[in-house]
């Protein structure tokens, strides 16, 4: 069994069908999704639907969205989880982080408007108790600077949570293993070109290694059309849940183990990283959890 620790089943690319992908995936074996908000106008939205779908939700404010984000927006979601801070299905604070792939965000004013939204999303983290879910695309050592920043003040334990489709180097993954965090790996490792992808997802120890699809995005191989498919008609194809078993499948022979470990393994890993899962998926082992 597994699970989707980062899928965005909201998206419009889903629109009315979300529930039928979450259909689909539970056949396939994914017992449990998490579904992160990316800005204040979603909130409602991720946690309609994984009550409905029966999966957990996490609230913040993504990198790629501080642009047309208002400063009031980090009051909004503080007092979000402090509504639900009792609600079981919320798990963490995130999509948050931040992201220097996007040209317009690696300069001023963005570039120092994205810091702000994190480094407060991170202390609003802590003033909740709460695990963290972490964007750090062409970021990953500013995204690690703020976590060490905000885990020096006093009084503050280890993190929880999640660097969300990591794509650094083995020192940056041993520290953010040195400071709490699991790493996610999804449909990127899937393609024979990601050479110091697959060596990371081989190598690792497999404590630190959670799923994910970051559906709709990051599709793996077998759905992704070039420019050129594209232009003769072919339809990109959009990534799923339900696509996350033949991911597994591609790490464990990555790892050179079984699907069977590998799941038991990540499940087992992703329950750590975000620990209110656990009340969530009991019912759905048989015998105690992996």
Same mark, same amino acid.
């Given at each position: 069994?597994?699970?989707?620790?980062?899928?965005?089943?909201?998206?419009?690319? *889903? $629109?009315?069908?979300?529930?039928?992908?979450?259909? !689909? +995936?539970?056949?396939?074996?994914?017992?449990?999704?998490? =579904?992160?908000?990316?800005? %204040?106008?979603?909130?409602?939205?991720?946690?309609?639907?994984?009550?409905?779908?029966?999966?957990?939700?996490? =609230? $913040?404010?993504? &990198?790629?969205?501080?642009?047309?984000?208002?400063?009031?927006? =980090?009051?909004?979601?503080?007092? +979000?989880? #402090?509504?639900?801070?009792?609600? &079981?299905?919320?798990?963490?604070?995130?999509?948050?982080?931040?992201?220097?792939?996007? /040209?317009?965000?690696?300069?001023?004013?963005?570039?120092?408007? !994205?810091?702000?939204?994190?480094?407060?999303? =991170?202390?609003?983290?802590?003033?909740?108790?709460? /695990? %963290?879910?972490?964007?750090?695309?062409?970021?990953?050592?500013?995204?690690?600077?703020?976590?060490?920043?905000? @885990?020096?003040?006093?009084?503050?334990?280890?993190?929880? $949570?999640?660097?969300?489709? *990591?794509?650094?180097?083995? !020192?940056?993954?041993?520290?953010?293993?040195?400071?709490?965090?699991?790493? $996610?790996?999804?449909?990127?490792?899937?393609?024979?070109?990601?050479?110091?992808?697959?060596?990371?997802?081989?190598?690792?120890?497999?404590?630190?290694?959670?799923?994910?699809?970051?559906?709709?995005?990051?599709?793996?191989?077998?759905?992704?059309?070039?420019?050129?498919?594209?232009?003769?008609?072919? @339809?990109?194809?959009?990534?799923?849940? +339900?696509?996350?078993?033949?991911?597994?499948?591609?790490?464990?022979?990555?790892?050179?183990?079984?699907?069977?470990?590998?799941?038991?393994?990540?499940?087992?890993?992703?329950?750590?990283?975000?620990?209110?899962?656990? @009340?969530? #998926?009991?019912?759905?082992?048989?015998?105690?959890?992996?």
């Amino acid at each position: 069994m597994f699970i989707d620790t980062h899928c965005h089943l909201d998206a419009q690319e *889903f $629109g009315a069908l979300a529930h039928i992908e979450r259909a !689909q +995936a539970a056949i396939n074996n994914v017992i449990h999704c998490v =579904l992160p908000a990316v800005e %204040v106008g979603n909130f409602a939205a991720v946690r309609q639907l994984a009550h409905t779908s029966g999966d957990s939700y996490c =609230l $913040g404010i993504h &990198p790629l969205y501080v642009s047309r984000a208002h400063d009031e927006d =980090l009051d909004r979601l503080d007092a +979000a989880l #402090t509504q639900y801070q009792d609600d &079981p299905r919320l798990v963490a604070v995130g999509e948050i982080g931040l992201d220097f792939f996007v /040209p317009a965000l690696r300069v001023s004013p963005l570039r120092e408007r !994205q810091q702000h939204f994190y480094l407060a999303q =991170l202390k609003l983290a802590r003033k909740h108790g709460m /695990p %963290v879910v972490l964007h750090s695309r062409r970021s990953v050592d500013q995204v690690l600077k703020g976590l060490r920043d905000v @885990a020096s003040l006093p009084g503050h334990p280890a993190w929880h $949570g999640i660097a969300h489709a *990591f794509n650094g180097s083995p !020192q940056q993954a041993r520290a953010f293993i040195e400071l709490g965090l699991k790493l $996610g790996f999804g449909g990127a490792l899937t393609y024979d070109r990601a050479l110091q992808l697959r060596r990371l997802a081989a190598n690792l120890p497999l404590e630190a290694i959670v799923l994910e699809t970051d559906a709709p995005d990051m599709p793996p191989r077998w759905l992704y059309k070039t420019s050129a498919q594209r232009e003769v008609g072919d @339809a990109q194809g959009v990534n799923s849940p +339900a696509e996350l078993p033949r991911i597994a499948a591609e790490l464990a022979a990555l790892r050179g183990i079984g699907v069977e470990e590998l799941a038991a393994a990540t499940t087992h890993n992703a329950l750590v990283a975000l620990p209110k899962i656990s @009340a969530l #998926t009991d019912s759905l082992f048989v015998g105690p959890n992996p």
